[in-house]
């Protein structure tokens, strides 16, 4: 793994305002020689928080160190500072086609290959962008939220139904809000390939309690390390 990227911050312009903003916060993290070589974009949402959280952040650096050009941005609840009590998708949806389009705006370096992911709500959202008419070629999941809390009987699996690209879920084994019994048998319903990789006794932020700081940075280390060996492989394959 080279260390040469570069991270630029970047607003994204709306074309229309999203729930009183005008644009959103985003970083772009640029691989040694882009954009010659293969052209790789991966697209990371954020959770709860915003762009800044920790593991989208280690991701998002931890790729862009790799091949891939990366991008994560904020949804309108984050740049505004709140919490997302019960987001719109269609903000939502609108939000990250136009994190989509920054990466298209120079032709001359526009991808080749894109990778669409999140953790959490912005796993979901990911989800839901792929079924319309956005072609990724590869999805990766961190924490989806498969159903509510405690509520393994009432699962959000029709966009999981609805995909046909390849993908990858990152479930921590104590997620309340992804029962892996409930996601194992939706998944065997789904025709896509998926893969599932579990990590026991964390949560839906991959972590577990008590962990200290140097085991969190171990988790998200491992984290991105199995992205990575995901898309080299969905890539080998093509």
């Known amino acids: 793994m080279n260390e040469t990227a570069k991270f630029k911050e970047v607003r994204i312009e709306l074309p229309e305002p999203l729930e009183g903003c005008d644009s959103l916060s985003a970083v772009i993290g640029f ?140 479930q921590g084994s104590k997620d309340p809000r992804c029962d892996l019994d409930v996601l194992r048998r939706s998944l065997s319903r789904v025709g896509a390939p998926t893969i599932l990789r579990i990590f026991k006794g964390a949560d839906g932020s991959l972590l577990r309690s008590g962990q200290s700081e140097a085991e969190r940075a171990g988790t998200y280390r491992a984290a991105a390390r199995t992205v990575a060996e995901w898309l080299d492989g969905i890539l080998d394959d093509g």
């Open 31 to 170: 691989p040694e020689w882009w954009p010659t070589g293969a052209r790789i974009a991966v697209v990371i949402a954020h959770g709860a928080g915003n762009l800044d959280d920790p593991l989208v952040t280690r991701l998002h650096e931890d790729l862009a160190q790799d091949r891939f050009l990366t991008l994560r941005f904020n949804f309108p609840f984050a740049e505004a500072g709140k919490k997302p009590k019960n987001p719109d998708p269609a903000v939502l949806d609108k939000a990250f086609r136009a994190a989509l389009s920054l990466l298209s705006r120079d032709k001359s370096s526009a991808p080749s290959h894109l990778f669409l992911g999140g953790l959490g709500l912005g796993a979901l959202s990911a989800a839901r962008l792929a079924t319309s008419r956005i072609h990724a070629d590869g999805l990766f999941f961190l924490g989806f939220p498969l159903h509510p809390k405690a509520a393994p009987d009432k699962p959000d699996i029709e966009a999981l139904y609805q995909l046909t690209s390849s993908m990858l879920f990152l």
